[in-house]
């Protein structure tokens, strides 16, 4: 993997939500790196700290402590002005759901030309670009369609076009196939797949579909806050991997994550394997390797 062009380093991520009677730490000192033109998936638990994460990538949340960087570009010191802009020009953001990426009352191209505010172009040239990425999700044939007009699928094709409206260099799409079938939830992902090679575009996809997860070079799984384990594609099924039908075939191979205390999680599974039911276990190193059990 090409560890040399970073575009969001993420370090020490921390995210506290305070509400009225308790304080819920969301992220617990989550480290990343994203590179330019990669695209991932991000998995984990209802509640683990997914969207929080995104949101922060986002320009939406800013963290607790810990620093986000973006192509070089530190978050928290920029003003407010070019925070507006870093969420309008950067990012572009897919929610799972449609009406929060889309206006009920506009059509596709209106919604696409809508989201155009930033650009400085005259009506004629958004006009122009509006049709040219509906063709890019396949949904010219619905440009003068209100969502409710449409399927799930093709509402969240067109959430795709108004995300890219204004050329965005990273995409976020936060369970963007939560409430459309298998088979859409397919295509979709193609979509995706097209967009990262095409343009290029780096692309974050949080999803609850295991299959859809696997079918990504890099998979981050989010326990508590911080990332736990990551898979990263085997060498051989690098570009092949949609072409993949078998779920049995290991295409992946999982690596726990070390944080920068050098701590490692283990997971409830492999404690239960091992016959591990204290809080405190022996760790010695035999042969060269790290051994972990429980007498
Ligand atoms: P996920 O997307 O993985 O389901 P989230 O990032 O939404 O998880 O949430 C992580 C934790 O932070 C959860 O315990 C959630 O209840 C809490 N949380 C998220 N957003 C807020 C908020 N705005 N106020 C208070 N708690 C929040
Ligand atoms: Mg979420």
């Avoid at 960087?69 to 070019?82: I, K, N, W, Y």
Wanted: with cysteine; aromatic share 4%.
């Amino acid at each position: 993997m090409c560890e040399t062009n970073p575009l969001i380093v993420c370090d020490g991520l921390v995210k506290i939500y305070k509400t009225k009677d308790i304080e819920v730490m969301a992220l617990q000192g989550l480290d990343l790196t994203v590179n330019k033109g990669e695209m991932l998936s991000v998995i984990g638990k209802s509640g683990s700290g997914k969207s929080t994460l995104m949101n922060i990538i986002g320009g939406l949340e800013t963290p607790s402590a810990g620093r986000i960087t973006v192509d070089g570009m530190s978050l928290a010191e920029m003003s407010e002005r070019e925070m507006v802009a870093y969420r309008k020009r950067t990012i572009g953001f897919v929610w799972q759901k449609s009406s929060r990426n889309l206006f009920p009352y506009l059509t596709s191209i209106e919604n696409i030309e809508a989201s155009m505010n930033f650009s400085g172009m005259k009506t004629a040239e958004k006009k122009a670009r509006a049709a040219e990425l509906l063709e890019l999700v396949g949904m010219t044939h619905k440009k003068d369609s209100y969502p409710r007009q449409m399927s799930g699928g093709e509402q969240q094709r067109v959430s795709i076009a108004v995300a890219l409206a204004n050329d965005p260099v990273i995409l976020l799409a936060d369970e963007p196939t939560g409430a459309v079938d298998t088979k859409t939830s397919a295509k979709i992902l193609a979509l995706f797949r097209k967009l990262n090679k095409e343009l290029g575009l780096t692309i974050i996809i949080v999803t609850h579909d295991m299959k859809l997860a696997s079918s990504m070079d890099r998979v981050l799984m989010i326990s508590d806050g911080k990332i736990s384990t990551e898979k990263i594609v085997r060498e051989e099924f690098k570009d092949d991997l949609h072409n993949i039908e078998h779920e049995e075939t290991r295409t992946h191979d999982e690596f726990s994550v070390l944080d920068k205390a050098h701590r490692v999680q283990l997971s409830e599974e492999m404690l239960a394997a091992a016959g591990i039911d204290s809080n405190k276990v022996r760790v010695s190193v035999e042969d060269g390797k790290v051994v972990i059990r429980s007498e």
